[in-house]
Nanobody, 120 residues
Framework: QVQLVESGGGLVQSGGSLRLSCAAS????????MNWYRQAPGKERELVAS????????NYADSVKGRFTISRDNGKNTVYLQMNSLKPDDTAVYYC?????????????WGQGTQVTVSS
């Protein structure tokens, strides 16, 4: 059973930092890319950052470039999102996500989300 468990969210002042973690299990973590999404109240879920299986290639939404860093530790089956210079607009629920192939079927899996609140 695939599980993605996020942690590290919380309340932080504008300009502060947080590091989110997503612990993965139930699939061969090291061969799949991982993504962080976020959803703010009243808004659609948006892709924040992606990282490839080996961790050598990452992509970011324009809104977080230069402030957020995605990384992964394949030995710990964990993906991270380091968030610096946080702004009130970064307030959202942050989700870990992956797309895997199992028995010929493409499956999309999400974590339960972790709340990030940035106060002004």
């Amino acid at each position: 059973q695939v599980q993605l468990v996020e942690s590290g969210g919380g309340l932080v002042q504008s300009g502060g930092s947080l590091r989110l973690s997503c612990a993965a299990s139930g699939f061969p973590f090291g061969i799949y890319g991982m993504n962080w999404y976020r959803q703010a109240p009243g808004k659609e879920r948006e892709l924040v950052a992606s990282i490839n299986s080996a961790g050598g290639n990452a992509n970011y939404a324009d809104s977080v470039k230069g402030r957020f860093t995605i990384s992964r530790d394949n030995g710990k089956n964990t993906v991270y999102l380091q968030m610096n210079s946080l702004k009130p607009d970064d307030t959202a629920v942050y989700y870990c996500q992956t797309v895997i192939v199992r028995r010929g079927e493409v499956q999309t899996h999400w974590g339960q989300g972790t709340q990030v609140t940035v106060s002004s």
